[in-house]
């Protein structure tokens, strides 16, 4: 049985269109689950019934989170931001966890950080101007080349997952978590100490990873990121 995995997408600032690279649902798909597109919407009770319809949910990535949603100002570095789809995601990963407290969830990118927004975390809203001694995090090479390398603390989920303790990812953000929420545990760092990836330690599976895999794995040489998204697709199966 294929289990059904709710993806997130972006949005126009108007409103009038959806947008999600195919890259997300390729790699769900290729995994053995089913994605399901799930629209965006402030109603509480379509945010339920999406929580009760899908076995895991994907995070993606896409526009800077809006620095209101953790309570700050914006900076002049800030990007630009939907808050429509911020109130969603917040509010579709907190519905989940009431809910179905153990349903998997994986966020990419934007993606881990709104999830740790959800949970009471804040972000870096630029890394260039805010983390002194930062490197490259915006690589000039497409998203199926890696930059940098990210290490994992031992006995973490993301070490068990890729069976190994550093690996190379590609890099396109310039936000990133500064202040982990509570019930979270940083498991993976760049070389310059800002956040790769993070567990929640009393969930199975709520992983939060900053770098595109599913991009990678469009290359051969990088198909060891392909071990993430089976292991979600599996946990979503349980």
Avoid at 34 to 39: A, I, Q
Avoid at 40 to 60: H, K, M, N, R, S
Wanted: charged share 20%; net charge negative.
């Amino acid at each position: 049985m294929r289990p059904i995995i709710g993806v997130t997408h972006s949005i126009q600032t108007d409103g009038s269109r959806l947008t999600m690279p195919m890259s997300y649902a390729n790699v769900v798909r290729e995994a053995g689950g089913t994605p399901v597109l799930l629209p965006i919407t402030q109603e509480a009770e379509v945010i339920a019934a999406y929580a009760d319809l899908v076995d895991g949910l994907l995070f993606t990535g896409g526009d800077d989170v809006d620095p209101l949603s953790y309570g700050e100002d914006q900076m002049w570095a800030c990007g630009e931001v939907i808050p429509m789809r911020d109130a969603f995601e917040i509010s579709l990963v907190r519905t989940l966890l009431s809910k179905h407290s153990v349903k998997p969830v994986l966020g990419i990118c934007r993606g881990e950080q709104i999830l740790n927004v959800a949970l009471g975390g804040t972000l870096y809203q630029d890394l260039r101007s805010q983390v002194t001694g930062s490197i490259a995090h915006q690589q000039h090479q497409t998203a199926g080349y890696v930059s940098h390398r990210v290490r994992f603390d031992e006995g973490s989920k993301l070490a068990e997952i890729y069976g190994c303790t550093e690996v190379m990812v590609n890099s396109h953000h310039h936000q990133a978590v500064k202040e982990i929420a509570p019930g979270l545990r940083i498991t993976a760092r760049a070389m310059d100490g800002v956040v790769e990836g993070y567990e929640k330690v009393d969930h199975p599976y709520y992983v939060g990873v900053q770098w595109h895999p599913e991009r990678l794995v469009e290359r051969a040489e990088n198909a060891l990121h392909k071990r993430l998204f089976k292991s979600f697709v599996d946990a979503c199966r349980k």
